[in-house]
Nanobody
Framework: QVQLVESGGGSVQAGGSLRLSCTAS??????MGWFRQAPGKERERVAAIAWHGGLTDYVDSVQGRFTISRDNDKNTIYLEMNKLKPEDTAVYYCAAAHLAAKPLSAFEFDYWGQGTQVTVSS
């Protein structure tokens, strides 16, 4: 079992930057990811990162603008978001998945944080 707590959300103008953090409590090694859900839309996977941090995966709409990273010593993952657009506005969730031998894109996530709001104004 792992508990996830996000921080770092806020309001920013288009073109600006934010960095989200997610700290995990509890033992274990997990694939970690960031998801987002905008009002009236389905939840969308934004990025994921393997346990060792050497593999990452991004949705096309954020490729080149967002960077996911992790510090396993601190049990924390990050999402650096640059060149933010109004369409990036959503509640962002951190998630964790048990390790398995499969592609990063195939993971389904087992644990979720409470979410943090990101609002980008034009």
């Amino acid at each position: 079992q792992v508990q996830l707590v996000e921080s770092g959300g806020g309001s920013v103008q288009a073109g600006g930057s934010l960095r989200l953090s997610c700290t995990a409590s509890g033992r274990g090694a997990y694939v970690m990811g960031w998801f987002r859900q905008a009002p009236g839309k389905e939840r969308e996977r934004v990025a994921a990162i393997a346990w060792h941090g050497g593999l990452t995966d991004y949705v096309d709409s954020v490729q080149g603008r967002f960077t996911i990273s992790r510090d396993n010593d601190k049990n924390t993952i990050y999402l650096e978001m640059n060149k933010l657009k109004p369409e990036d506005t959503a509640v962002y969730y951190c998630a964790a998945a048990h390790l398995a031998a499969k592609p990063l894109s195939a993971f389904e996530f087992d644990y979720w944080g409470q979410g943090t709001q990101v609002t980008v104004s034009s």
